[in-house]
């Protein structure tokens, strides 16, 4: 494959994919230190595995991962997708729903490990059943995640209203180890070193071009 490089993490499986395509394994983890090994079971059984570590907000087809896979669907080299659970496909229902579209009409089918489902049946029919289950799911997902936001700003607003929590202290400055350390930017350094340019970091990560420049100037600059 094209621009190994700047990718993110493939691994080639096997040199004689069925029917000249590949079976993909997609997975995806939040944050650099989670690890995939729950999403990777019978890994061995694929062609291709993609391994995203990305936040799950971003849309599925402007990850790095979806990327790369997005250039492997269009170019015909795909036959199957195997994503560990739904949630992982997409960034709410409508994207998830829209992923699975693209790959309909493209003859793709994509299984949901964990959930036991698939997209399309044998003879590359659309599964109707399978289609109202997901769209179920991706609303539960949507709703739990919903749910989580909400929990974490009422903590932190009742928090505030004990006086524990208060943000950083004014007339205090940020050091720079402490800057890199933030989940978001840790991602964007990656990225960069990566290859990526900013404005595609900013647009991935959907952070602003000022603090991906920041992220750049202290993290490279630190690294070199």
């Not at 729950?38 to 402007?62: L, P």
Request: with cysteine.
């Amino acid at each position: 494959m094209k621009n190994m490089q700047n990718s993110p993490k493939l691994e080639s499986r096997s040199t004689n994919p069925k029917h000249g395509k590949l079976k993909v394994l997609y997975t995806r983890i939040s944050s650099l230190d989670q690890r995939t090994d729950r999403q990777r079971i019978n890994e061995k059984e694929f062609d291709w595995v993609i391994e995203d570590k990305i936040s799950g907000s971003v849309n599925f087809f402007e990850r790095p991962g979806g990327v790369e896979l997005k250039k492997l669907v269009d170019d015909g080299l795909v036959l199957s997708i195997n994503i560990w659970s739904i949630d992982r496909c997409g960034r709410n229902l409508l994207d998830i729903l829209q992923t699975i579209k693209y790959c309909s009409e493209k003859k793709i089918q994509i299984n949901f490990v964990s959930q036991g489902l698939r997209t399309m049946d044998d003879n590359g029919k659309e599964n109707a059943i399978s289609k109202m289950v997901i769209s179920i799911l991706g609303i539960l997902a949507e709703m739990q995640r919903e749910q989580i936001r909400e929990a974490q700003s009422q903590g932190i607003a009742i928090a505030k209203a004990r006086g524990v929590y208060s943000g950083r202290k004014q007339n205090t400055k940020e050091t720079t180890a402490d800057f890199l350390k933030k989940v978001n930017n840790m991602k964007a350094l990656e990225l960069l070193k990566k290859g990526y340019r900013g404005s595609e970091v900013s647009k991935i990560l959907k952070m602003s071009q000022t603090t991906i420049s920041k992220v750049k100037r202290l993290g490279l600059n630190q690294t070199n």
